[in-house]
């Protein structure tokens, strides 16, 4: 494997574990000293969900500090303690003498928890709104401290709320007004099924068991269902390549690299719900990749290997099977990141088999990555590294359950109070049932993702090497399609943005849809309430900022995908035979979707 940096570590010592820059013997006890310590934060880290308390403590004892040092602020917060009292008392006054009086405080746009009409009665509106008010002054209290860092006080400002969000009434049975009248409607069989979805819930946990319903999709009976064969595979990747459905097909494939952090088949739900069968129905060929999910044996693949033995593999087969025509390359999320590294690569060594790059929901800048950079210091990264060196990987798990932190009213509480304290349930649908199918990643790549590109942001600085060298997204001058959605959590979409201060193509085309990280990405024509703006910067055109982009680029109804096919079939060429299925250097292997998609 190549290097990816002059003197790359061994990547089985972590930090703390490399020997002193001398040629000294190191001092007796060295390893095992440094072992005791590796393991015992290992085994810590499983307790507090791979968040480290030493970074959250020194963070907190730094706002704690500059506060105290801040005597004009105390006396800001003292004030505002003061007015928010007083305005409360007023409120409990007009309440007294007009019940529909307005609310002295209103939640926050996003904020659904006390939305119901049951919440606007005495004594609920009392409670709620003194909880809002709290909730106001501790933002105050971890906003704008003179001389604390903005990362130090995003973080504070962020667990205080997660903290506060814990002890939110709408999570207490006997202070949500909507479980109260639950409860006595139902004389408290309201909690008695709770308690048994929680009790079912935990069982299926525990026991490495989907979550319920989630049985009723299975991959390749009705998910993934997509027709095609097993092109291609190695100890990472399985290629598939899918039927064509059309007579004729343009000539420039598109090939697919999604995310290790996820299933391929997010892309291939159900048939409705797939992009793949809808690019297939509008005459492209499609090959897409299948990353093996990997265990504690693959520790030791970092990113160069993803590289190589990812979109670097498939494109050789690719263009071997379509007899050297052009490829179309589509990246999904961290797959949207290697690609880039790799269309970079390839660049700057003169291969210009990429007709064009689409980018879905992927950051190449990652200085303003959104709350997700909470996690990402120096403290937490080490903390994690502890823990895969344990395990040999970061299981899908513990990558889930910091994902929810980032929306724990969402994902967290307001399930709770949904399934446990007011009884309900969920259904399941197809894409809740792929979120459920959780992927592991190698200790080494999501050391190294996290260090070069979340921690030093290497990419976008031009540190990042490929043998050897550094590789720069200004080399690229394939066309690029890039696409973010407005709810993204993960990749926030003036995130995704950056793009523009970093592409030096002759055009980058911009689409900004509707919806979430996933949701927005599964967009099919008809689903209701999409919506997406789209527009190309050329060459040699003034820089947009994201804020003036969003004003004045129209808005437009309906899915981003036909958008998407138009262009694509505005940068192909002829239209041409559909190539063999594998042909005969690359004989299919299986029928799709292989097997590294079923191993659990």
Known sequence: MSPISPNPPNPDVAPCERLPATTERPNPGFYSTHALDRAFKANLARLTAGITPAGLASVYFEWLVHLMLSPGKQLELGEKYARKLTRFGHYINRQALEPSACACIEPLEQDQRFRGEAWQRLPYNLIYQSFLLTQQWWHNATSDIDG????????????????????????????????VAATLSTSGQNLVVGWQHFTEDWERAVSGKPPVG??????????????????????????????????????????????????YYILDLTPAQSLVKYLVDQGHTVFMISWRNPGSEEHNLGMEDYRRLGPMAALDVVSAITCGSKVHGVGYCLGGTLLSIAAAAMARDDDDRLASLTTLATQVDFTEAGELMLFIGES???????????????????????????????????RIVHDYLLGGRQPMNALMAWNADLTRMPYRMHSEYLRQLFLNNDLANGHYRVDDRPVVIQDIKAPLFVVSTTTDHVAPWKSVYKIHLLADTDEVTFLLTSGGHNAGIVSEPGHPGRRYRMATQYHG????????????????????????????????????????????????????????????
């Open 380 to 414: 937490q990264v080490a903390y994690l590294e502890n823990m895969m060196w344990d395990q040999g990987y970061l299981d899908g798990n513990q990558m889930a359950g910091a994902f929810q932190i980032l929306r724990s009213n969402d994902l967290i509480w307001s």
């Open 148 to 179: 604390l860092s903005p990362d130090s006080e995003r973080v504070v400002n962020f667990i205080t709320r997660q903290i506060l969000d814990r002890y939110s009434p709408s999570n207490s049975p006997w202070l949500n007004p909507e479980v």
């Open 541 to 600: 055109k003034a820089y947009l900022d994201p804020e003036t982009w969003q004003q004045i680029t129209p808005e437009q109804d309906g899915s981003w995908w036909p958008a998407w096919h138009q262009w694509l079939a505005a940068h192909s060429t002829e239209r041409v035979a559909p190539p063999a299925m594998g042909g005969e250097q690359h004989p299919p292997l299986a029928d799709a979707p292989g097997n590294y998609v079923l191993a659990p």
């Open 214 to 263: 989630a049985e009723a999709f299975r991959v390749g009976k009705n998910l993934a269902i997509t027709p095609g064969k097993v092109v291609y595979r190695n100890r990472l990747i399985e290629l598939i390549q899918y039927a064509p459905t059309t007579k004729q097909v343009y000539a420039e494939p598109v090939l697919i690299v999604p995310a290790w952090i996820m299933k």
